[in-house]
């Protein structure tokens, strides 16, 4: 049984960093395309970055980019999303997905296994 775990989540002023940790098992992150997600109440469901597998590449949306990066640990089967400049617009849930493919872009109907979320609040 596949299960994702993010953690890593919290209260942090603006101008912080937070680094999102999704831990996975049932499967090997290596193996396919992770995306991370974020939702904020009221508004639709964002990709903001995803990782492609095994040496893939990254792609990071256009709404953070500069800000946040995407990296994986094969050691821990583990995916990180590092968020540094945090503005008050980045509160969301935060999500990882992983797609049963080698990329899974930015869109979220593609992915097929969900975490539970981590909640990011940027605010003074």
């Known amino acids: 049984q596949v299960q994702l775990v993010e953690s890593g989540g919290g209260l942090v002023q603006p101008g912080g960093s937070l680094r999102l940790s999704c831990a996975a098992s049932?499967?090997?992150?290596?193996?396919?395309?992770v995306g991370w997600f974020r939702q904020a109440p009221g508004k639709e469901r964002e990709g903001v970055a995803c990782?492609?597998?095994?040496?893939?590449?990254?792609y990071i949306a256009d709404s953070v980019k500069d800000r946040f990066t995407v990296s994986r640990d094969n050691a821990k089967n583990a995916v990180y999303l590092q968020m540094s400049s945090l503005k008050p617009e980045d509160t969301a849930n935060y999500y990882c997905?992983?797609?049963?493919?080698?990329?899974?872009?930015?869109?979220?109907?593609?992915?097929?296994?969900w975490g539970q979320g981590t909640q990011v609040t940027v605010s003074s």
């Open positions: 049932g499967l090997t992150l290596d193996d396919y395309g």
């Open positions: 990782l492609g597998a095994g040496d893939g590449d990254t």
């Open positions: 997905a992983v797609d049963d493919s080698s990329w899974g872009g930015l869109a979220s109907d593609v992915y097929e296994y």
